[in-house]
């Protein structure tokens, strides 16, 4: 049994926004609480390769693709976008210390990689500027002229 359309598009605002939070928290805390610098001399010191510039990628998609998850624009892109970012951050950071986060784990890595990975899927649902753009486009072109 599925829930009815519209519940369905409420679960995936839902899910949108609160991952997206997360994802625009961690970028910005990248951007300004550790700095880019502080943020590259983290990753150099775990071994991600042109950290400088995986700093600056990964605060950028974490700030703006994390803003995209919560208005719903681009949702497929910024969720694979994303889905990478915490692929790197499971390899170089959190595979060896086991699952739980206050062990320095991959739990949150994990969830947010297959939340990411499934807003890719699926898409943004209804309640999203996706909807709002490609739905009118997609109706424009049904129309015969």
Do not use: C
């Not at 009815?4 to 300004?32: E, I, N």
């Not at 694979?80 to 699952?99: E, I, K, P, R, Y």
């Amino acid at each position: 049994m599925r829930l009815p359309a519209p519940l369905r598009d409420l679960a995936l605002l839902l899910t949108r926004v609160a991952v997206g939070v997360v994802f625009v928290a961690h970028g910005w805390q990248k951007l300004s609480t550790n700095g880019i610098e502080g943020t590259a001399a983290f990753f150099d010191s775990v071994g991600i390769p042109a950290a400088t510039a995986a700093a600056w990628v990964s605060a950028l998609v974490e700030l703006v693709g994390g803003a995209a998850l919560v208005v719903g624009l681009a949702v497929p892109v910024a969720g694979l976008l994303l889905l990478a970012n915490t692929v790197g951050a499971f390899v170089f950071v959190h595979a060896g210390s086991g699952l739980f986060v206050d062990q320095g784990g991959y739990e949150l890595v994990l969830v947010l990689g297959a939340v990411s990975l499934l807003l890719a899927a699926v898409g943004a649902g209804r309640y999203s500027l996706d909807h709002l753009v490609l739905g009118r486009r997609r109706t424009t072109e049904r129309v015969p002229a």
